[in-house]
């Protein structure tokens, strides 16, 4: 009932910027919280951040003060500006959601993933 699209992943140089989105889709009634994770080779996957729907915002340690979140509620989409990345922040990032559908109650839905490479 929720397809997320997730876009704005590649490779940048160490110090650059990325900015991803997520744009989710389908019969929405309502999203919650919306979150970006990511895992990297051979480590597990972890929280990044999150927006709630009245736009307060979380933050892991490793990121804050470089990444900012951001959603646009008419559109249903989030944003992961990236700014002074590092290679330790290579990973693949997921979008993550909780929706309540107009068939289903609230429940956690992922995206397939974008890459994010980071050289130094």
């Known amino acids: 009932q929720v397809q997320l699209v997730e876009s704005g992943g590649g490779l940048v140089q160490a110090g650059g910027s990325l900015r991803l989105s997520c744009a989710a889709s389908g019969t929405i009634s309502s999203i919650n919280a919306m979150s970006w994770y990511r895992q990297a080779p051979g480590k597990q996957r972890e929280l990044v951040g999150t927006?709630?729907?009245?736009?307060?915002?979380l933050y892991a340690d490793s990121v804050k003060g470089r990444f900012t979140l951001s959603r646009d509620n008419a559109k249903n989409t989030m944003y992961l500006q990236m700014n002074s990345l590092e290679p330790e922040d290579t990973a693949v990032y997921y979008c993550q959601l909780v929706a309540v559908t107009t068939q289903t109650p609230q429940y956690a839905y992922w995206g397939q993933g974008t890459q994010v490479t980071v050289s130094s």
């Open positions: 927006i709630t729907s009245g736009g307060r915002t």
